[in-house]
Nanobody, 115 residues
Framework: QVQLVESGGGLVQAGGSLRLSCAAS????????MGWYRQAPGKAREFVAF???????KYADSVKGRFTISRDNAKNTLYLQMDSLKPEDTAVYYC?????????WGQGTQVTVSS
């Protein structure tokens, strides 16, 4: 069984920064993809960024240049450094792990950016 636990969300003013963390535990394979998704009120969940176990990354256009995804494979921990935050970044942020064809999700952490 796999568990993902996010932390680091909160309230920040526009232009500020936050760093999200996602701790993975359980049966974690060496080859996987970890990512961040977000869901704003009344909207569908959307892709934010992912990072493959080898280090390759991909970002949504809306966050490119402002967010940085990284991972510590030894600690099975995923990070999302969010800079230059905008009110439209307000959402619940979810951690995702894809391995062996299965998707796992965390419970989410709220990020609120005030204008």
């Amino acid at each position: 069984q796999v568990q993902l636990v996010e932390s680091g969300g909160g309230l920040v003013q526009a232009g500020g920064s936050l760093r999200l963390s996602c701790a993975a535990s359980g049966s974690i394979f060496s080859i996987n993809v970890m990512g961040w998704y977000r869901q704003a009120p009344g909207k569908a969940r959307e892709f934010v960024a992912f990072i493959i176990s080898g280090g390759s990354t991909k970002y949504a256009d809306s966050v490119k240049g402002r967010f940085t995804i990284s991972r510590d494979n030894a600690k099975n921990t995923l990070y999302l450094q969010m800079d230059s935050l905008k009110p439209e970044d307000t959402a619940v942020y979810y951690c995702n792990l894809l391995q062996a064809g299965r998707n796992y999700w965390g419970q989410g952490t709220q990020v609120t950016v005030s204008s």
